[in-house]
C-alpha cells in the first residue's frame, strides 16, 4: 500500500514541463547577445512575440527600404524612426516613461534601464534573411538594443538574463541561488519505490541543496548529458516538494548538471526570482526552437513564459 501511496503522490506532483500562458506583458523577457562575421556584436531584447506582427495594416515599424530584398546588407540592422518606434511601443502596450528591468542569474545583480534611453531596433533573422522580393515583416527581429557600456563588467557574454518591462521593480533582488551538484549513490533511489524500477547500471545520481530544497536527480545515460532526467525535489525534511521528468528529444536538450569539480558551463538555479511567484528552478531543460520557461516548485504554478524570438 505504501508503494502505491507514494507512486500517486509522485505523479500527482509531477508538473508538465511544456505548458506556458500565451505571451503578455507580464512574461519574461531574455537578453541575447548576436554576434555573427557580417553583424556586429547586439545585446538584444526582443519584443517580436509581444508585438506579433501587422502584415495588413498600412503602416509597418519596418519600413519598406529596410524589407527590399535585394538590397539587404548585414541583415538591415538599424534603428526604428520615431514614428516607429512610438508605433511600435503603442502595438506591444509599452510607455516611454517605464523602466526594462533585467536580471542576470549568473552575477545575481538586477539592472534598471529607461525605455525612453533604450533604442528600439530591428533586423533580420539569420535563418530567412534573404530574398529578391519584398521581405515580409515577420522575418524581424524587433526590440530594444541594451548598450554594451551599460552592462556590468563581469557580464558572461552567453549568460541568462531575464526582464520585465513595468513601472516597479519585479524582480527579488539577491533571491537567486546556483545550484552545484554532488555524485550520490544511486541507491538513494530505493528510498522512492515508484523510481526505484528505472534504476539500471546506466543511471548517474546527483544531489544539491540550496538552503531550503534538496534537488535529486537520477539521470539515464551519460552523465553529463543523459536522455531523460527525474527531478526529485524535497523540503529539509525529506518531504516530497514535487518531482518532474524531463526528456531529450528532436526538440529539446538536457543540459549538463553543474557538477562539483567538473568542467561544464551549464548551470542550473532556485531560489526567489519574481516577487509575485514563489520559489524556481531552472536549466534543467533546453528548447531548439524557443526558449524554456522559469518553472516553479510548488505544483499547479504554470512556468513564466520567456520571450525571446529563438526562431529558426
Known sequence: MKKLVLLVLLFSLT????SHAQPNKESLLQMISYEMSDFPLVHFVSLSELYGYHE???V????????????VKNQNFHELA?????????????????????YDLGLNKLSQFEVQDLKAVAFLNFYDSRSDYEIPEYYFHIGFEIPHEKLDSNHEKYG?????????NPFVKGGVKALEFDS???????KYDSLAANIDTSCNCFEAFDGDYFYRVLGHGRSAFPSSRYLVIM????????ARHYHDSEGSYLPGLDIRGSQYSQKQWSGRLLKNQGPFIYGFIGYSFGCAGVEYIKPGIPPSYVLCDNRH
Do not use: M
Open 235 to 242: 523540503d529539509s525534511s525529506n518531504h516530497v516538494i514535487s
Open 56 to 58: 495588413k495594416d498600412s
Open 184 to 190: 550520490v549513490s544511486c541507491d538513494e533511489w530505493q
Open 82 to 102: 520615431p514614428a516607429q518606434r512610438k508605433l511600435f511601443l503603442e502595438r506591444c502596450g509599452i510607455q516611454e516613461s517605464e523602466c526594462l528591468y533585467l
Open 60 to 71: 509597418s515599424v519596418v519600413l519598406k527600404k529596410y524589407r527590399d530584398g535585394p538590397s
Open 15 to 18: 508538473t508538465s514541463i511544456g
Open 160 to 168: 541568462i538574463r531575464f526582464g520585465q518591462i513595468a513601472k516597479l
